[in-house]
């Protein structure tokens, strides 16, 4: 059953386990912390139909470089970083809002000298991240967030 408060606590929540961003990925720079939902297969299953996540991503790392279907909203809660959708990387920091579109190019970079952290809201019931094709890589390369955005900082997804 889904708690309905989750207490913050002394770097994090309480009862909540921070995540390596992948399992086979130790060494990223990047925590997850699932505060309320997880993900489904049917949106008949139980539980809450959006999932509210944080990401903790410390100084010179970023987030996996990455497009889906589906739609997802970022609420910036400290420090600095990069949003890189599609071709263009724009700065970001605290109490900033960000729209990601389905299958645009996306990536958060930490900017500053402490940590940068952001709370991600997606449907419970999604598809998986598809990593970027080489020529998603090409155009990434040569449009102004090429010299911000780090195409292999975390692995990308497994294959399901």
């Not at 990223?28 to 297969?41: D, I, N, Q, Y």
């Amino acid at each position: 059953m889904q708690r309905r408060i989750i207490r913050s606590s002394q770097g994090g929540w309480e009862g909540v386990e921070p995540a390596g961003y992948t399992p086979d990925a130790p060494g990223t720079g990047v925590a997850r912390h699932t505060l309320v939902g997880s993900r489904k297969s049917e949106a008949s299953e139980p539980g809450p139909r959006m999932e509210l996540r944080y990401f903790e991503v410390q100084p010179g790392a970023a987030s996996r470089l990455e497009k889906h279907e589906h739609e997802h909203y970022v609420i910036v809660r400290e420090g600095l970083g990069y949003a890189v959708i599609g071709d263009t990387a724009t700065e970001i920091g605290p109490n900033d809002v960000i729209y990601v579109g389905p299958l645009e190019l996306h990536q958060f970079v930490n900017r500053g000298p402490t940590p940068f952290g952001f709370y991600c809201v997606v449907d419970t019931c999604r598809d998986f991240s598809q990593a970027p094709t080489s020529e998603d890589l090409a155009r990434l390369e040569s449009s102004p967030a090429g010299a911000v955005a780090k195409p292999f900082a975390v692995p990308p997804p497994a294959k399901r």
